[in-house]
């Protein structure tokens, strides 16, 4: 052989090694929960689904080199394990555990001798660096009119710079106290709420240009008063509410991001109604506040990961309240305002980027209940609608840094339990 030898990495007797940029990579993307690897091989593990047992060579050379890397990020959740197969790992026996639980981590190891067995040469984490646009408009739809007394369908858009345009006529069964959320990263979804019929989970999906579509039958239990809030960056969860019993429940709904829900899942945290859902943190969400099953007011809260799975209850913070709104602000952030405890308030409670719910502000604008509450402009929020004695369609903005603007004058007719959510892309 003539010419310049390169990457010759921890080889003898002149055998020539391949760096990590020169492996061979394995075409076919690991999801099994059994793998056995091969040296001089990068592979894509792909632990979605499940954990995964990654089985190495039997019998190695100095120098011999594999790479695993974390496909889809979810080793935080589902743990790569490694069984070295009778060799040494870091200078422990196969006896011991190797386990590697980091989300988006990548380990290349080499093979150095009999003693210490494979060594990682790199075992790093890679930020998660692309990330969606935020949503730029918003909608605000269905709800009741003339003090609770006709139900509608209408929509009103948002613009990218929160100006509220006029009524849509609607689409879809006429409905109010239902819950809105983003999800597919620039679309919206509104679902549940009560019809003349009594309670629905009917579900109607907006387009990333605002159009409603026709109603989809509903999958879960036809509930209203529940809460919706996008996660995980395109997905969304709606959660509580009170069932065709008057019964209020803890259970959830996923919805994937290409808006199909699933089923029920069991409750975790105070069964309650009449709350507000909200993103934060750029892919995990929180539900707070509400009315349980004693009928009693609670400032209790529940954070949702970004994998969807709901925490425990969270002790309260802030005045206990109904019918209150939620939204995101300032790209991770978010804040739950206004609502109902006695009588209606224009309070707000600000949640930090780890989901932290801070102490009362005083509030913004007419004290109202029932309104809706979305994100826009990439990094702002609107409340609008709601009852203030009477139906209104009021506006507040929400500044980047959370603080709430006065009263804008409304467009739109004026009505209560109302939904909102952001979706486009586009300015």
Same mark, same amino acid.
């Given at each position: 052989?003539?010419?310049?030898?390169?990457?010759?990495?921890?080889?003898?007797?002149?055998?020539?090694?391949?760096?990590?940029?020169?492996?061979?990579?394995?075409?076919?993307?690991?999801?099994?929960?059994?793998?056995?690897?091969?040296?001089?091989?990068?592979?894509?593990?792909?632990?979605?689904?499940?954990?995964?047992?990654?089985?190495?060579?039997?019998?190695?050379?100095?120098?011999?080199?594999?790479?695993?890397?974390?496909?889809?990020?979810?080793?935080?959740?589902?743990?790569?394990?490694?069984?070295?197969?009778?060799?040494?790992?870091?200078?422990?026996?196969?006896?011991?555990?190797?386990?590697?639980?980091?989300?988006?981590?990548?380990?290349?190891?080499?093979?150095?001798?009999?003693?210490?067995?494979?060594?990682?040469?790199?075992?790093?984490?890679?930020?998660?660096?692309?990330?969606?646009?935020?949503?730029?408009?918003?909608?605000?739809?269905?709800?009741?009119?003339?003090?609770?007394?006709?139900?509608?369908?209408?929509?009103?858009?948002?613009?990218?710079?929160?100006?509220?345009?006029?009524?849509?006529?609607?689409?879809?069964?006429?409905?109010?106290?239902?819950?809105?959320?983003?999800?597919?990263?620039?679309?919206?979804?509104?679902?549940?709420?009560?019809?003349?019929?009594?309670?629905?989970?009917?579900?109607?999906?907006?387009?990333?240009?605002?159009?409603?579509?026709?109603?989809?039958?509903?999958?879960?239990?036809?509930?209203?008063?529940?809460?919706?809030?996008?996660?995980?960056?395109?997905?969304?969860?709606?959660?509580?509410?009170?069932?065709?019993?008057?019964?209020?429940?803890?259970?959830?709904?996923?919805?994937?991001?290409?808006?199909?829900?699933?089923?029920?899942?069991?409750?975790?945290?105070?069964?309650?109604?009449?709350?507000?859902?909200?993103?934060?943190?750029?892919?995990?969400?929180?539900?707070?506040?509400?009315?349980?099953?004693?009928?009693? &007011?609670? /400032? %209790?809260? =529940? $954070? @949702?990961?970004?994998?969807?799975? +709901? #925490?425990?209850?969270?002790?309260?913070? !802030? *005045?206990?309240?109904?019918?209150?709104?939620?939204?995101?602000?300032?790209?991770?952030?978010?804040?739950?305002?206004?609502?109902?405890?006695?009588? &209606?308030? /224009? %309070?707000? =409670? $600000? @949640?930090?980027?780890?989901?932290? +719910? #801070?102490?009362?502000?005083?509030?913004? !604008? *007419?004290?109202?209940?029932?309104?809706?509450?979305?994100?826009?402009?990439?990094?702002?929020?609107?409340?609008?609608?709601?009852?203030?004695?009477?139906?209104?369609?009021?506006? =507040? $903005? @929400?500044?980047?840094?959370?603080? +709430? #603007?006065?009263?804008?004058?409304?467009? !739109? *007719?004026?009505?209560?339990?109302?939904?909102?959510?952001?979706?486009?892309?586009?300015?």
């Amino acid at each position: 052989m003539s010419g310049i030898v390169q990457n010759n990495i921890l080889r003898t007797s002149g055998t020539i090694a391949v760096a990590a940029a020169g492996l061979n990579w394995s075409d076919t993307i690991i999801t099994g929960s059994t793998v056995t690897v091969e040296a001089g091989f990068g592979y894509w593990i792909n632990t979605t689904s499940n954990p995964c047992t990654i089985t190495l060579p039997s019998a190695a050379e100095k120098g011999d080199q594999i790479v695993l890397i974390d496909y889809a990020r979810t080793w935080g959740t589902n743990a790569i394990i490694i069984d070295s197969n009778g060799l040494n790992y870091q200078g422990d026996p196969d006896t011991f555990t190797v386990e590697y639980t980091t989300s988006g981590q990548s380990i290349n190891i080499v093979y150095s001798d009999a003693t210490k067995g494979w060594v990682p040469l790199e075992d790093d984490v890679t930020a998660l660096e692309p990330a969606a646009p935020p949503t730029q408009k918003g909608i605000f739809a269905f709800g009741n009119e003339n003090s609770g007394g006709t139900v509608v369908s209408t929509s009103n858009l948002v613009n990218s710079s929160g100006v509220v345009a006029a009524n849509v006529t609607g689409v879809g069964t006429p409905r109010f106290a239902l819950a809105a959320a983003s999800y597919g990263g620039d679309k919206a979804a509104f679902a549940f709420g009560n019809t003349s019929s009594g309670r629905s989970s009917l579900k109607n999906l907006v387009n990333n240009s605002g159009v409603v579509a026709a109603d989809v039958t509903g999958v879960g239990t036809p509930r209203y008063h529940t809460a919706a809030a996008e996660y995980g960056g395109d997905k969304a969860i709606f959660g509580f509410g009170d069932n065709s019993s008057d019964v209020a429940v803890g259970m959830t709904n996923l919805m994937n991001n290409v808006g199909v829900v699933a089923s029920d899942v069991s409750a975790v945290g105070e069964a309650r109604n009449r709350l507000a859902g909200t993103g934060y943190g750029g892919d995990k969400a929180i539900f707070g506040f509400g009315e349980n099953e004693s009928n009693n &007011k609670v /400032n %209790t809260t =529940n $954070l @949702v990961n970004n994998s969807g799975v +709901v #925490a425990s209850n969270a002790s309260g913070v !802030g *005045t206990a309240r109904v019918i209150l709104s939620a939204a995101a602000y300032g790209g991770d952030k978010a804040l739950f305002a206004y609502g109902t405890a006695g009588s &209606k308030v /224009n %309070t707000r =409670n $600000l @949640v930090s980027n780890v989901g932290i +719910v #801070a102490a009362d502000v005083s509030g913004a !604008g *007419t004290a109202t209940a029932a309104r809706g509450a979305t994100n826009y402009g990439g990094d702002k929020a609107i409340f609008g609608y709601g009852a203030a004695g009477s139906d209104t369609a009021i506006t =507040n $903005l @929400v500044s980047n840094t959370g603080v +709430v #603007a006065a009263d804008v004058s409304g467009v !739109g *007719t004026a009505r209560e339990n109302i939904a909102a959510a952001g979706f486009s892309f586009s300015t």
